[in-house]
């Protein structure tokens, strides 16, 4: 009998890595799938002691002097995140005086050096592999206790580290969904994942260490940075501060200012057919050529406004294609599911529909005076795959109201009145101005 349990053991611990293996190729819905339950992660029977343990996350060390590691609960057989309890530490030195200087400001030192009683990490990279070989790791962890401090963290980054217009006017930090990315990471073998520490120090306060080895940060993504490393402080609903960004270190040795900005997908031409109704609300459908120069996602991450609900994404074939995008008050940047990996020799079409669905304080199209009407979210009213500097070739054809005159940037191709509407045309239109 004990044989037959450990034979299935055995089988049910090979049929998850197979399962884990094979997520770049899985079903969208079996994405989804797993989707949900890390955006619930659950604490697991899984911890470790840990005493007088340094774990050095590039420029940082955190140290847990005395405490406990408790560990969430595997999905699709991954471990994506860990909760510390008990006295740590964090020492981090930016590997460039201009970082340094930077971070003197706000600690009065070149170096942060501070200590914390809990700690709550988030991780798609080989974390833990090394943690498995700096702790002893085995069962008897406090699964209810962990799960609870998960569930914080994820509330807080979905609730209030958004793009809402309320959180923006609270100065919270804006986070890309955690949930969305973790399963593109693990989707994609070509990514080398992230890091995440969230914990508040004795001295610093709440602070935010984050590593993104080789994809756009998770943080302030409209920022565009080529920089892995960044050290924020927040305090909730009040501020945030960007204390230090820098490189890998391993890259200061071959390069005094590295420079690689490399875009995950880049779009050649976009065209947009957009409709402004007599109350102001934008609606259009996008059509997006691109491609992938290096990797092979499985998921794109769009910046799109929050209050422009998506309706559906086809791909060129016109095979529908499932997507990502949660309400526009939570953590709502879309992630379109592709029907295989990537490739980097491929051209790629995506037709996105969407809508505007806004409040008076969030409008896409803000009435300023009498008759004067300007674009808020001047750099996401339209999908894209970037910040600014994804450069593209743009065709606009604007429907609007008969009464008003649209001016925009770029080269007009045609304005004329129809019916009860204006037709307008253009090229090569500066979209973050119109």
Request: glycine fraction near 6%.
């Amino acid at each position: 009998m004990k044989l037959r349990v450990s034979a299935l053991f055995f089988c049910l611990q090979l049929a998850v890595s197979l399962s884990a293996a094979d997520l770049s190729t899985a079903p969208p819905e079996e994405l989804l799938r797993l989707y949900q339950q890390l955006r619930s992660l659950q604490g697991g029977d899984q911890g470790a002691v840990a005493g007088n343990v340094d774990w050095k996350r590039d420029a940082a060390t955190f140290t847990f002097i005395d405490g406990r590691l408790s560990f969430a609960q595997p999905v699709a057989g991954h471990v994506v995140a860990a909760v510390f309890e008990g006295r740590g530490r964090i020492e981090l030195k930016p590997p460039t005086e201009i970082e340094q200087h930077q971070l003197a400001r706000y600690t009065k030192s070149p170096e942060l050096a501070d200590e914390f009683k809990q700690a709550v990490f988030f991780f798609t990279d080989d974390s833990w592999t090394q943690l498995q070989q700096l702790v002893h790791v085995g069962g008897g962890a406090d699964a209810a206790a962990a799960t609870k401090i998960l569930t914080a963290a994820q509330r807080k980054y979905s609730e209030r580290f958004n793009d809402w217009w309320e959180n923006r006017h609270n100065n919270n930090p804006v986070m890309r969904n955690l949930a969305a990315r973790i399963l593109a990471d693990l989707s994609d073998p070509s990514s080398r994942g992230f890091f995440l520490a969230d914990f508040k120090a004795e001295h610093a306060g709440s602070l935010l260490y984050h590593i993104s080895w080789n994809r756009d940060p998770l943080f302030f993504p409209e920022a565009g940075t080529d920089e892995e490393v960044q050290l924020i402080h927040y305090n909730l609903n009040n501020y945030s501060e960007w204390w230090a960004g820098f490189h890998l270190g391993d890259e200061y040795r071959t390069a005094t200012r590295p420079e690689h900005r490399k875009l995950l997908a880049h779009c050649r031409n976009e065209k947009i057919d957009a409709e402004i109704s007599n109350s102001n609300h934008l609606s259009a459908t996008a059509t997006l050529e691109y491609e992938v120069p290096g990797g092979s996602p499985r998921l794109l991450p769009l910046k799109l406004q929050g209050v422009l609900r998506i309706g559906s994404i086809v791909d060129g074939g016109g095979k529908k294609l499932a997507f990502i995008q949660e309400d526009r008050n939570l953590d709502n940047d879309p992630w379109v599911l592709l029907a295989e990996p990537a490739a980097a020799d491929k051209t790629y079409i995506l037709k996105i529909d969407y809508a505007e669905d806004s409040t008076h304080d969030s409008r896409i199209i803000f009435q300023q005076g009498s008759g004067l009407y300007y674009v808020t979210s001047r750099e996401s009213w339209f999908p894209s795959f970037g910040a600014f500097d994804d450069r593209t070739l743009f065709t606009l054809h604007f429907r609007s109201p008969k009464k008003y005159k649209l001016i925009a940037t770029g080269r007009l191709v045609r304005s004329e009145k129809q019916h009860d509407a204006l037709e307008t045309e253009g090229r090569r239109m500066l979209l973050t101005t119109s």
